[in-house]
């Protein structure tokens, strides 16, 4: 069994910053992708920001340039600073990550619980 715990959200102005930190635990042999997605009232959810194992990022286009993901590999933990906020990145956010466990070894995709982020003046 594979859990993402979440932390970082809150209120915070427009033009502030924030920081979402996730943290994997459980049965973990491997973890591939890691990711942020969002889901604001009434719209689907979208992915914000991933990161592979080696590395490689990618970013909707409504955040390059303001949001940066990054990942510990060693604490199996990926963040998401977000500067620049507008009061549009109003949103859940969910922690998603590609993982590989063990006993039994098998792919799994594991969501976190999400994390309310409020831009607002």
């Known amino acids: 069994q594979v859990q993402l715990v979440e932390s970082g959200g809150g209120l915070v102005q427009p033009g502030g910053s924030l920081r979402l930190s996730c943290a994997a635990s459980g049965r973990i042999l491997s973890i591939n992708f890691m990711g942020w997605y969002r889901q604001a009232p009434g719209k689907q959810r979208e992915l914000v920001a991933g990161?592979?194992?080696?590395?490689?990022?990618n970013y909707a286009d409504s955040v390059k340039g303001r949001f940066t993901i990054s990942r510990d590999n060693a604490k199996n933990t990926v963040y998401l600073q977000m500067n620049s906020l507008k009061p549009e990145d109003t949103a859940d956010y969910y922690c998603?990550?590609?993982?590989?466990?063990?006993?039994?070894?098998?792919?799994?995709?594991?969501w976190g619980q999400g994390t309310l982020v409020t831009v607002s003046s």
């Open positions: 998603n990550a590609a993982v590989m466990t063990t006993a039994p070894v098998r792919s799994r995709e594991v």
């Open positions: 990161v592979t194992t080696g590395g490689s990022t």
